[in-house]
């Protein structure tokens, strides 16, 4: 049971350790992870500043979370695309836009959110 533990212990220290170069990484060359990064920090904000009921300041703060992580993911695709081939192609184009795609309808979730949030706050 110890050496499991202990495993399961390094499995996740590296997989810490793995998430964070790859943080670090997409901050250092990524403007928009930057710029979703303070989005995110100002709804973070606005949501513990307004008398919002705890599920819906939960719903605010997920999906900004959220936008982060399908901006990472994009970033990962465009990456990976662009090491494959240097070359304009029409599924590597697909792929990319598939990605932006993805990070635009995760953060008009969490604009949606916000919309129905705020709505309740001021017509209720």
Known sequence: MRAWLAAEGR????????????????????KTLRQ????????????????LEGSERALILALGLLILAAELLNTGIEVVVDYISTEQHPMAAKAKDCGSAGVALTALAGGVAWVVVLWRLWAG
């Open 36 to 51: 979703w990064t303070l989005v995110n920090g100002l709804s973070a904000v606005a949501a513990f500043w307004l008398p």
């Open 11 to 30: 499995r996740f220290l590296w997989t810490c350790i793995w998430s964070w170069r790859g943080w670090a990484a997409a901050w250092a060359s990524e």
